[in-house]
Nanobody
Framework: QVQLVESGGGLVQAGGSLRLSCAAS????????MGWFRQAPGKEREFVAG????????SYADAVKGRFIITRDSAENTVYLEMNDLNTEDTAVYSC?????????????????WGQGTQVTVSS
């Protein structure tokens, strides 16, 4: 069983940066594809970024491309989401997800494991 715990959320001013962490237990992330999703109030959950266990291939939503970076540290069994140049539209609950298949996909239903989420609030 895979457990995921997110941390690093908080309140930041527009233009600022945050780094989210997703610590995994119960399974090595070396053989998991990891994704970050977010859900803003009144909106559908949306894909943000993902990293495959196969060759560390990454994928990003257009809205965050060039601003967010997803990385993994297998020794720490942790995935990170570096978020730069934040704006108010990035305000949401950010959740980490994992699946065993190698491809990064943008559909949350294809990920079998989820963390509880961490709140990110960007003030103007």
């Amino acid at each position: 069983q895979v457990q995921l715990v997110e941390s690093g959320g908080g309140l930041v001013q527009a233009g600022g940066s945050l780094r989210l962490s997703c610590a995994a237990s119960g399974h090595t992330i070396r053989s998991l594809t990891m994704g970050w999703f977010r859900q803003a109030p009144g909106k559908e959950r949306e894909f943000v970024a993902g990293i495959s266990w196969l060759a560390d291939r990454t994928s990003y939503a257009d809205a965050v491309k060039g601003r967010f970076i997803i990385t993994r540290d297998s020794a720490e069994n942790t995935v990170y989401l570096e978020m730069n140049d934040l704006n108010t539209e990035d305000t949401a609950v950010y959740s980490c997800a994992a699946k065993r298949q190698s491809s990064v996909t943008t559909t949350g239903g294809e990920y079998g494991y989820w963390g509880q989420g961490t709140q990110v609030t960007v003030s103007s």
